[in-house]
Nanobody
Framework: VQLQASGGGLVQPGGSLRLSCALS????????IGWFRQAPGKEREGEGVSCMNNNVGSPVYADSVKGRFTISLDNAKNTVYLQMDNLKPEDTAVYYC??????????????????WGEGTLVTVSS
């Protein structure tokens, strides 16, 4: 399984970005897909920004991004997206997408993820 994240960049506070993560070799619809982040100088957060499984339940979000971030997927493109609106400086981080091949328990924890993509840097600054 290979994942490739993209879409990061520099944005002003209040702005928006959309991250993409393309999954190769396996149908994205079958797995748990998550977004995680690592702020500068900190360890990667154990709780993800958002996770979803298109066949089970509803997407879950960290409290810090609820109402601002939206996860979605495009089966035809085998790609998952993270739409980030009303960005704040504290959202500055390297964002990673990851896949959990197991049965989803509707949590979003890095310890459950089996494969990781390379990160994409999001910088929120004026």
């Amino acid at each position: 399984v290979q994942l490739q994240a993209s879409g990061g960049g520099l944005v002003q506070p209040g702005g928006s970005l959309r991250l993409s993560c393309a999954l190769s070799k396996f149908p994205i619809d079958d797995y748990v897909i998550g977004w995680f982040r690592q702020a500068p100088g900190k360890e990667r957060e154990g709780e993800g920004v958002s996770c979803m499984n298109n066949n089970v339940g509803s997407p879950v979000y960290a409290d810090s991004v609820k109402g601002r971030f939206t996860i979605s997927l495009d089966n035809a493109k085998n790609t998952v997206y993270l739409q980030m609106d009303n960005l704040k400086p504290e959202d500055t981080a390297v964002y990673y997408c990851a896949v959990d091949l197991g049965i989803w328990d509707e949590t979003c924890l890095s310890e459950h993820m089996d494969y990781w993509g390379e990160g994409t840097l999001v910088t929120v600054s004026s």
